[in-house]
């Protein structure tokens, strides 16, 4: 079974979840948002061991936390990114862009690439690529699970803003109708910022999919 536990962090209110398999403890953080310690400690009085550091993608309010989450354990869990998100990895996820500065965390040494399967114990996890956010936007799905790690492509209401270097309005949109929409109504969405929303609920309520 997936355990799935949220923060929200940091400077702009991002998701962060803590994911793991119950039974055997290991787990995952999506978007280490901020605090990495609290992340670490969180996971340590589950019992749970983080083995690995998912980015949806690059930009800093979705990363700041991974230095501290890193640092607070031991082996140091490896990052994950699409590789099409490293130059935004290495502006310090445009931080500069909003007069600020963060330690990236370790270097990303597992590239993520569309259909690529993942797991944490027992779970297993489809990477589908969604740009348009930014270029190298992942999302994680797991199907047992009937969820959606989807980052900051959609959103309660709403979409991913497109503004931001290496954004693209038609490309997010393009994403969201053959990335997203294409799973089960059902499916939980489980995003960067705000409440969580159902596929179902986006496709009747969402104005941008409409
Ligand atoms: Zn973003
Ligand atoms: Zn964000």
């Known amino acids: 079974m997936l355990s799935i536990v949220s923060y929200t962090l940091g400077q702009v209110a991002t998701n962060t979840y ?14 280490p948002a901020d605090d990495g310690e609290h992340i670490a400690a969180e996971a340590e009085k589950r019992d749970w061991r983080i083995g690995s550091i998912w980015l949806t993608h690059a930009h800093f309010d979705h990363l700041a936390g991974a230095a501290g989450v890193a640092d607070a354990c031991s082996p140091t869990p490896p990052v994950a990114l699409h590789p099409e998100d490293y130059t935004l990895w290495r502006m310090q996820g445009g931080a500069a862009f909003f007069g600020m500065q963060i330690d990236p965390g370790p270097e990303p040494t597992v590239d993520l690439h569309h259909n690529q399967l993942l797991s944490v114990g027992s779970n297993g996890f489809e990477v589908r690529h969604a ?4 270029r190298g936007h992942v999302m994680f799905y797991c199907e ?33 109708h053959t990335q997203v929409m ?29």
């Open 144 to 176: 047992d699970a009937k969820v959606l790690f989807c980052g900051d492509v959609i959103f309660q209401r709403s979409i991913g803003r497109t503004d931001l270097p290496g954004g693209d309005f038609n490309t997010l949109i393009n994403s969201i």
């Open 18 to 31: 803590l994911i793991a398999d119950n039974e055997t403890g290991e787990a995952v953080v999506i978007d």
């Open 131 to 134: 740009p348009g956010h930014t």
């Open 182 to 210: 294409t799973l089960p109504d059902e499916t939980r969405l489980l995003n960067g910022h705000g409440p969580e929303t159902t596929i179902g609920e986006e496709r009747r309520h969402n104005p941008f999919i409409n």
